[in-house]
């Protein structure tokens, strides 16, 4: 995989301006308007969705990169879980829209509601916002999160709260980790890789470059307590380091914060 070139060539840069931007912005505005229309009649989600996996799959396809996917039998090893992947760039949205074959709700930042287009989708599909600087907020929006997975929807869950600035794993908030032991279900590790240099924090140019979600085995959760927060995220977040082919260091061991 090659690293991305530092600075930009000029190539890259008036690819990203002049075709890759504004088809992308004219892709996300057909399909959230599509899914916001699709939303009236479609009350399960299900058409809604499969326009979501339509506009991920193209806006990687936009950006002239190869998405490829290992152990992608481990979506498949139980209905509802908890899955949980590494935030390095704005493209892990529509890399994980085009990379999970089945239904399943976002637990993301009540920030991305007020963008245009995305926030439509995101309000009419049933995703769940998490207002960060809202105790109370949060703790609501982890309720109504557990109830979806009793009632069988998985979810999904950026655990670093935020994009990393130089491609390294963050530390883990552990709210993912509460999420899927209160419903207890499992919690499934996801790694990106390539994402980052595709697009990184605080840039507006795309790389084309090879990208790989990687789904690791698993995590049973049955019998854990919410005091086991911390440790869970963390083995979690030391999954993810070893299928990206890194080296973590642990985590302070005080309990990870909710959220």
């Given amino acids: 995989m090659t690293p ?3 600075p930009l060539p000029r190539r890259y840069v008036w690819l990203s301006y002049g075709v890759q931007g504004p088809l992308l912005f004219l892709l996300t505005a057909v399909c959230a308007s599509t899914a916001f229309v699709a939303s009236v009649f479609d009350k399960q989600g299900r058409v809604q969705h499969r326009i979501a996996r339509f506009w991920g799959r193209n806006a990687v396809r936009l950006m002239f990169s190869r998405l490829t996917i290992k152990g992608a039998e481990n979506f498949r090893k139980h209905p509802v879980a908890v899955y949980v992947s590494n935030h390095t760039s704005y493209m892990d949205t529509p890399v994980i829209f085009g990379s999970l074959p089945f239904q399943f709700r976002i637990l993301a930042k009540k920030d991305l509601w007020q963008w245009p287009m995305i926030g439509w989708y995101l309000g009419r599909s049933g995703q769940m916002p998490i207002d960060l600087e809202n105790p109370h907020a949060t703790l609501s929006s982890l309720g109504g999160a557990v109830k979806a997975l009793r009632a069988g929807m998985p979810l999904f869950v950026f655990p670093e709260g935020g994009r990393t600035s130089d491609g390294a794993l963050r530390p883990f ?5 509460y999420l899927a032991i209160r419903a207890q ?10 994402v980052y240099d595709l697009l990184p924090i605080h840039t ?5 470059t090879r990208l790989t979600v990687q789904v690791g085995d698993p995590i049973d959760t049955k019998g854990m307590n919410v005091r086991q927060n911390g440790e869970l995220i963390e083995q979690v977040r030391v999954a993810i380091g070893e299928m990206r082919g890194q080296t973590e260091p642990a985590q302070p ?3 990870a914060p909710l959220v």
């Fill in 4 to 6: 991305r070139p530092n």
């Fill in 204 to 208: 507006k140019q795309f790389y084309p």
């Fill in 185 to 194: 279900v499992p919690i499934v590790p996801i790694a990106l890789s390539g």
């Fill in 173 to 177: 908030l552990a709210g993912a980790a």
């Fill in 253 to 255: 061991e005080t309990p």
